[in-house]
């Protein structure tokens, strides 16, 4: 062999292994680029050059240089999922949530064996998810939330045993809940709220004994709640609102010593609210709005020293509001409205020097505004309106500070309106019509600079309207017919 025969063996063979100098896993990722659209810099690392992909961006390897993860979450990508990512054996991680990935999710998918971790979340993906996910038996999470999946969940997906989180929410995803949900014996998360699934919670959910966060929200699930909810000791938050659910609150909740937040509103829930809500001492709100529970409110919600909300409004309840419920020292939002409440206002909502939102109205409360009410320094909304509250607005008021929304009318309310109502600077919107106020309109109000609503009709004001009104710049709604005012309008 001569020597420029030699030469021109050694530049071919060169070549060669120039062309094939990546591996086989980085030959793989290169594949998908034919399917995906991104920003150079997001590739600029993916060099056909180098012998392996471990340096690529969004690429983890294992310690034998094969690809163990891609991570391409918040990449700008576009494009579609090549069925080619399963040429990577030995993959276990693959994110690609918060892109703009379209087209549906490749049946050859459930070839990616070894897989664990799945996230293909809040992209424009749709289509049904493919019952060939069920062959990843070691598939831990599953993120699909926020496309547009649609059809049922494969019963196939509720077989994969290992199964830790599933976040399903914002789809169109229809049908059931997959009865076999109470296999996965290992799952803590599972999100399946805003579609519209339709049928009953299954009951073997209690099996999931791990289950910590159970999302089932804004569906059209009918049925009650299983009674044996109360076996998921584990359970932290429990979201069903916005269903068509209805039956009583199963008793067993209140072994879920666990839970920090419970929302049930807007479904047709009935009877009571359980005693048993008082034990769960780790609750930080719960929401139980727009349901038809009757009876009156436990007192033992006053032993929930860590709740920060409670909406109980637009139900059936009755009776008054327990004199405990002070004892929530972090309460910030109190909603009772819209109920048949009745008695006095319990001067202990005065201990609660948290409390921003409390919301009262329209229920059947007599007595006057207790005054302890005007320690509670905290309070930017105060609604009282639509009841049967007699007496006088107390000076006191002015200790409000923060105040900025005071609605009293359509009581009984009589006596003046106290000038010191002109110390709360921050208030927006003062509504007095409908009761049986006197006296003149304070002038003190025209230092009320951000003041846009003000309703004084309906009541027995004398005197002239106060020039100083036209001070409040901010005014844009302001209703003084029906009394018995003189002089000019000062505008």
């Not at 939330?145 to 196939?156: A, M």
């Not at 976040?167 to 059931?176: D, K, S, Y």
């Not at 007496?391 to 409000?400: A, D, M």
Request: aromatic share 6%; charged share 15%; proline share 5%.
């Amino acid at each position: 062999m001569g020597l420029l025969t030699v030469l021109v063996f050694m530049v071919i063979a060169f070549q060669t292994q120039c062309t094939e100098a990546v591996s086989k896993d980085g030959t793989v990722l290169l594949s998908l680029l034919n399917k995906f659209t991104a920003p150079p810099n997001i590739f600029s690392s993916w060099n056909s050059s180098d012998n392996y992909p471990c340096h690529w961006k969004g690429v983890t390897c294992h310690p034998h240089h094969t690809v163990s993860a891609l991570d391409l979450s918040q990449s700008q990508l576009s494009g579609t999922l090549s069925s080619a990512i399963c040429g990577l054996h030995n993959l276990k991680e693959l994110y690609l949530a918060s892109n703009s990935l379209s087209g549906t999710i490749p049946p050859e998918l459930g070839n990616c064996t070894e897989l664990e971790h799945l996230d293909l979340s809040n992209n424009s993906i749709h289509g049904q998810i493919p019952v060939q996910l069920g062959s990843i038996k070691n598939l831990r999470s599953l993120s699909l939330y926020d496309n547009f999946l649609n059809e049922s969940i494969p019963l196939s997906i509720f077989g994969l045993r290992q199964l830790e989180v599933i976040f399903l929410v914002t789809n169109n995803l229809t049908g059931e809940i997959p009865s076999n949900v109470g296999n996965l014996t290992h799952l803590s998360k599972l999100w399946l709220g805003e579609n519209p699934l339709v049928g009953e919670i299954p009951s073997s959910i209690v099996n999931c004994e791990h289950l910590t966060e159970l999302y089932v929200y804004e569906n059209q699930l009918v049925g009650e709640l299983p009674q044996s909810l109360g076996r998921l000791s584990k359970l932290q938050y429990l979201y069903v609102t916005s269903n068509k659910l209805g039956g009583h609150i199963p008793k067993s909740l209140g072994d879920c010593t666990n839970l920090i937040q419970v929302e049930l509103s807007n479904n047709s829930f009935s009877g009571e609210i359980p005693w048993e809500f008082g034990k769960l001492s780790n609750l930080t709100w719960i929401y139980a709005t727009q349901n038809q529970f009757t009876g009156r409110i436990p007192s033992s919600l006053g032993s929930l020293h860590r709740l920060t909300q409670l909406y109980l409004n637009q139900n059936l309840l009755s009776g008054a509001i327990p004199a405990e419920l002070g004892n929530c020292s972090l309460l910030e939002e109190l909603s009772l409205h819209t109920n048949k409440l009745e008695g006095f206002i319990p001067p202990e909502l005065g201990q609660l020097g948290r409390l921003q939102i409390l919301l009262l109205s329209d229920n059947s409360f007599n007595g006057s505004i207790p005054p302890q009410l005007f320690r509670a320094r905290s309070l930017r909304e105060l609604y009282l309106h639509n009841n049967s509250l007699t007496g006088s607005i107390s000076p006191k008021i002015c200790n409000l500070t923060q105040l900025q929304y005071l609605y009293l009318e359509e009581n009984q309310l009589s006596g003046p309106i106290p000038a010191e109502l002109g110390n709360c600077s921050l208030l927006e919107e003062l509504s007095l019509h409908r009761n049986r106020l006197e006296g003149f309109i304070p002038p003190e109000l025209g230092r009320l600079e951000r003041l846009q609503i003000l309703h004084l009709r309906n009541n027995s004001l004398t005197g002239i309207i106060p020039l100083e009104i036209v001070r409040c710049q901010s005014l844009r709604n302001l209703s003084l017919g029906h009394n018995n005012l003189s002089g000019v309008i000062p505008w």
